[in-house]
């Protein structure tokens, strides 16, 4: 972390304010908090799938939280409270700061929560749902995820586009992951390592990316999370661990997650790493979640994903993640949500950042944990030298070139009527 040395008081004052927050939301693990322990998905499999999970109230309530929740709220009220007094009312890193307190504080009272009906309603609030709308009049989250779904089927029915074989081995994916991030980041950087400890094929923390040990990869998968999960996550991370003033943006509330997934697919999409397969486990979560939201339970969900080609593991897997946090037949925990509603807020920023010519807008995108509505106040704290531009940038982004000469092309395809583009080329398609 950079000294303080050189700040002057203004600064320090928002770096003590800034490194409350980062204090306080250390102990506040969401994942960790709602999901559901081997002994319920061996249960489940030993029922081979016909009896819900039994998870209820009393299940959470005998996994307390890492923390006092009343205490930690009064916390952050408290420091929202000194944010206000120290900085002003109207102070734009100080409005940062203090949306991040309310919105750590609704974190805290999604988890208390868990396990009934507010817990869907409140992770609602802060991820959003299956039918929230992008702007008036467009199509929903829902729609997307349905039309996406036709078009997968369409490819799907070619029978010629299979999904290469996993011929890598988590050793093999350690080794590739390593040598291509040490060439962004630099040789100690970041560290690649096995792990027998998670459940997905793999994990980023602040400086690292664990590979499960018996997870297999092809090469495309390498790929993917080497910019998913190392140019996006790994790299915005140290991003904000380098900002010697607004430390906060080194951690990121749920507002962030969509920023976060939404880089992190655009890049897939970018880099040329995603594929019909990694497109369609997007689709599906988005419609299980808006199932869910209809009135759907775990079974139903869970049969949902068995219809799409998981066996009885992997549509446990899927429809727990629908479900964790709350009831078998409550309402959904929709962060998974964030990966397509995310690659839409941002693919719209970018297009309407180089539409109007505020190319210098794109980048900040990466300078930490950032969400959308920030970045015209994110352009002025560069300014006044309170943040600094990010450090790390994959390299897509590095050349605006290239990337605006896309974009320009975009904006101008996007005036084009698709339906009537059908109908003309009907007789050479």
């Known amino acids: 972390m950079n000294s303080q040395q ?25 994942l960790d908090a709602v999901k559901w322990d081997d002994g319920i998905r061996d249960a489940f499999l030993k029922a081979k799938g016909k009896q819900p999970p039994a998870v209820n109230r009393d299940y959470y309530l005998s996994r307390p939280l890492a923390f006092d929740a009343a205490a930690k709220k009064l916390e952050f009220q408290n420091i929202e409270r000194d944010i206000t007094r120290h900085l002003g009312q109207f102070n734009p890193v100080g409005q940062i700061m203090r949306r991040m307190c309310k919105e750590y504080r609704m974190v805290i009272r999604m ?13 609602q609030e802060l991820y959003g749902a299956a039918t929230d709308a992008f702007h008036a009049g467009d199509p929903t989250l829902a729609d997307l995820g349905l039309m996406l779904s036709d078009y997968l089927n369409n490819i799907a029915a070619r029978g010629d586009l299979e999904d290469e074989p996993k011929v890598l081995g988590a050793a093999d ?11 962004v980041f630099g040789d100690d950087t970041i560290r690649v390592f096995e792990s027998d400890g998670i459940l997905a094929d793999a994990a ?9 040990s018996d997870a297999r990869f092809n090469e495309r998968d390498v790929k993917a999370l080497e910019v998913h999960e190392g140019l996006v996550h790994v790299g915005t991370t140290l991003n904000g661990l380098n900002q010697p003033i607004c430390t906060f943006l080194a951690k990121g509330p749920p507002s962030s997650t969509v920023t976060q997934e939404g880089l992190a697919i655009l890049m897939e999409v970018i880099a040329f790493a995603s594929y019909p397969t990694r497109l369609r486990k997007l689709t599906n979560r988005t419609r299980a979640i808006h199932m869910a939201e209809e009135g759907a339970d775990f079974l139903e969900v869970f049969e949902f994903f068995r219809e799409q080609g998981y066996g009885l593991e992997g549509g446990y897997s899927n429809a727990s993640r629908v479900f964790r946090g709350s009831l078998p037949n409550g309402l959904p925990f929709t962060k998974d949500l964030s990966y397509l509603k995310g690659f839409i807020l941002i693919y719209n920023y970018i297009q309407l950042a180089v539409r109007k010519g505020k190319l210098e807008q794109i980048p900040l995108l990466f300078c930490g944990k950032t969400t959308l509505e920030d970045m015209r106040t994110l352009r002025k704290l560069v300014d006044e030298g309170l943040v600094l531009p990010p450090k790390y940038l994959p390299p897509q982004f590095q050349d605006l070139n290239a990337l605006s000469a896309w974009m320009c092309f975009s904006n101008f395809l996007n005036h084009l009527s698709l339906d009537r583009i059908e109908a003309d080329y009907a007789n050479i398609l």
């Open 6 to 30: 050189k700040l002057d008081d203004y600064q320090l004052c928002i770096r003590a304010l800034s490194d409350r927050i980062v204090e306080a939301q250390t102990p506040i693990r969401v």
């Open 111 to 123: 988890l208390e929560a868990r396990g009934t009906e507010d817990f869907g309603l409140i992770s």
């Open 173 to 183: 994916a350690v080794n590739i992951l390593q040598q291509r991030l040490a060439g």
């Open 204 to 212: 980023a923390g602040a400086d690292y990316i664990k590979i499960r």
